[in-house]
């Protein structure tokens, strides 16, 4: 028990410096949540339907493991050609990129679009860039 006491005393000095490790987890909370959608160039083209979308998430986003019902939860806003979801439990950033990808593929345009992380909290919808030069370099045997 020697070993013990001892090793309480070390980190009892320690936690006195302001510099013990055993309380590392306590981070503060977070409360919300929130990730952006630019949808930007596909609207501006016409090929999306931003408002069918926002219908989609609210359709599909799961809280609590049912989907249907975001509730006041999850709070789905669409501003002009973004849409801002804001939830108020644990949601991931990724799971938003996965919904997305759903329904390009839904409304086949997983060949043209992509989702792409413009920044921390925004998803971008941007088109694949085919190069021009594929053609020459196969013509020649």
């Known amino acids: 028990g020697q070993k013990h006491n001892q090793n309480a005393r070390i980190l009892n000095c320690f936690s006195r410096l ?7 987890d306590k981070k503060p909370k977070r409360s919300t949540w929130k990730f952006n959608l630019d949808l930007t160039h ?11 979308f926002e219908q989609f998430l609210r359709e599909k986003v799961k809280v609590n493991g049912k989907t ?3 509730g ?17 439990k644990q949601f991931s950033k990724r799971y938003l ?7 390009l593929k839904k409304n086949n345009l997983r060949d043209w ?3 792409v992380a ?18 020459e370099s196969e013509s020649e045997d």
């Not at 302001?18 to 590392?24: D, F, N, S």
């Not at 006041?72 to 108020?88: A, D, G, Y």
């Not at 990129?97 to 329904?103: D, I, S």
């Open 18 to 24: 302001g510099i013990c490790h055993a309380q590392k």
């Open 72 to 88: 006041n939860v999850v709070h789905i806003e669409r501003f002009k050609n973004k849409i801002t979801v804001v939830s108020e």
């Open 113 to 115: 679009l992509r989702v």
């Open 42 to 52: 596909p609207v501006e083209d016409g090929i999306f339907d931003s408002g069918n």
């Open 97 to 103: 990129k996965y919904l997305t990808k759903k329904y």
């Open 118 to 135: 413009s920044d921390k909290e925004t998803y971008e919808l941007r088109y694949f860039q085919i190069s021009q030069d594929e053609d």
């Open 68 to 70: 249907g019902n975001p």
